[in-house]
């Protein structure tokens, strides 16, 4: 089983900064395409970012240019850097990773990001 654990939340005021981590078990998390996703009350859960194994990011058009999504192999550990928050941003937000195309998903439980003055 992989196991991914999720930390870094917090409350910001708008503006600021946040790093998530999200800390992979197993020993095939380089092979893994990781994402983080985000969800708000009341709202489904979205895509914020991805990173294949070749490190090719993607991101979601609300919050392309304000984050980064990075992975550490050695560390077993994917990142996302949170820049210039929004009230908007406020979710909890987790991780997610997946071997094949279509094999299983693996979810964290979430870290909680508040923007509010």
């Known amino acids: 089983q992989v196991q991914l654990v999720e930390s870094g939340g917090g409350l910001v005021q708008p503006g600021g900064s946040l790093r998530l981590s999200c800390a992979a078990s197993?020993?095939?998390?380089?092979?893994?395409?990781m994402g983080w996703y985000r969800q708000a009350p009341g709202k489904q859960r979205e895509l914020v970012a991805t990173i294949t194994p070749g490190v090719s990011r993607n991101y979601a058009d609300s919050v392309k240019g304000r984050f980064t999504i990075s992975r550490d192999n050695a560390k077993n550990t994917v990142y996302l850097q949170l820049n210039s928050l929004k009230p908007e941003d406020t979710a909890v937000y987790y991780c997610n990773g997946r071997v094949v195309p279509y094999g299983p998903e693996y979810w964290g439980q979430g870290t909680q990001v508040t923007v509010s003055s």
């Open positions: 197993g020993s095939i998390f380089s092979i893994a395409s």
